[in-house]
Structures are given as C-alpha cells and as structure tokens.
C-alpha cells in the first residue's frame, strides 16, 4: 500500500460547531496524520479559485460565501491510501445519505455545511495541497514500526 499525501479542510461550520479536535482524532485514529495545519479565514478569490471546478454549478454562490463566511482548518494529511481513506472517514457529500460513524453523519448540518473537504483524487490531492501549502515545509513522519 502507497503511503499518499492528500488536503483536508474542516468547513466553517465545523469550526464554529467546536469539533477541530473531534474530527482530527478521527483522522489520527484511522491512520491520517497532520504534516501540516493552518487555521485562517479564506478570501473570496481564495474559495472561488479551489472550487473553480464548481463554477457552473447552481450552489457555487452559496458554497464561497460559505467558505469565507468563517475560519477553516487547512491541513494536509499523510497515511497509507490517504486518499480514499481519508474520503471513507469523510462520508457521502450529502450528510442525510452518510454512513454510520463518518465525520458528516455525524457532525455535518446539510449537503452545503458538511464540515470537511476531502482531495477526490491523487491528481487534485497534489493541486490542493500545492494551492494552499505552496512553499511551507510538509512534515513527512517516519513510519517506524510500533515498540
Ligand atoms: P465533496 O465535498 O464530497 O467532494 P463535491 O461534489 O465536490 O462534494 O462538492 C463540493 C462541495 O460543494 C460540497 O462538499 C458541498 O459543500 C457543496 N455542495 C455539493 N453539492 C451541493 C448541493 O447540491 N447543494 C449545496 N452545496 C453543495
Ligand atoms: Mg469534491
């Protein structure tokens, strides 16, 4: 198994909700460890560009000013198929349509308010990552086998 790198943002109301540390415990449990961490409030031409994928869609108005509305949690995680792991820990987009014990089942408020963003694949893993941590150093961990 590939040891992968992918961005991790806990959304606004994750924030405000009070559950930066629940959500990264679920991380850390499921084997994705922080290398690198930043808590700042996004500017609109920050959000319009890291969901300029979005930008046709009917909720991309609503989705930037939401972004913006607060502080987010900027973070890249590293772990074995951080990737889909880290999208397996997330849950479904749709808090409503999530399995039991996700991150959104459980703390997310709508399909809009869902606490945390995931990379989808390794090619966005390394645009995100890149957008929000262009030059700061990304802690790699060593994986030593456990005493
Ligand atoms: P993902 O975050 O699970 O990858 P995407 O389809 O990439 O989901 O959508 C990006 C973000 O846009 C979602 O996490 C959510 O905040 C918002 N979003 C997606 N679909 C809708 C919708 O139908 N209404 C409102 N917001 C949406
Ligand atoms: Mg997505």
């Known amino acids: 198994m590939a040891i992968e790198r992918t961005l991790s943002i806990i959304k606004p109301d994750g924030v405000e909700k009070g559950v930066i540390g629940r959500v990264i415990s679920r991380f850390e449990t499921a084997g994705l ?51 889909a792991r880290n999208r397996e820990v997330m849950g479904a987009t749709d808090p409503k349509k999530a399995a039991e014990g996700t991150i959104r089942k459980d703390f997310a408020t709508d399909i809009e308010k869902n606490t945390v963003h995931g990379s989808d694949s390794p090619e966005n893993a390394r645009t995100e990552i890149a957008y929000f941590f262009p030059e700061v150093q990304v802690h790699a961990y060593e994986w030593k086998a456990k005493r």
């Open 33 to 83: 460890k922080p290398v690198a961490i930043r808590l700042e409030r996004l500017s609109q031409a920050q959000a319009e560009g890291f969901y300029a994928v979005h930008r046709a869609r009917p909720f991309f108005g609503d989705l930037v000013k939401f972004m913006t509305g607060g502080p987010v949690v900027l973070m890249v995680l590293e772990g074995e198929n951080a990737i």
